[in-house]
């Protein structure tokens, strides 16, 4: 499962690098992916709709298995 969230998580970071943000994957646990952002991402006030209209959509459309998607 790993595998396939960091597979849905790299076709993701050229838009959120686009912006000066970044992502990584930290893990994956109980059905939720734990992810860092970075960059301009980490301060910005819209990370969070960022992180769950754009990043958790794309993971669970790839991965169903994953319930949701949080910032750590």
């Known amino acids: 499962m790993e595998a396939k969230v960091q597979k849905a998580l790299a076709e993701i970071k050229p838009q959120i690098q686009a912006d000066g943000g970044d992502i990584d994957f930290v893990s994956v646990e109980n059905g939720t992916v734990k992810v860092r952002l970075r960059g301009t991402c980490a301060g910005c006030p819209m990370s969070m709709l960022t992180l769950k209209q ?3 959509r794309v993971i669970k459309a ?5 319930k949701r998607v949080e910032a750590v």
């Open 62 to 66: 790839k991965v169903p298995e994953i």
């Open 54 to 56: 754009g990043v958790e």
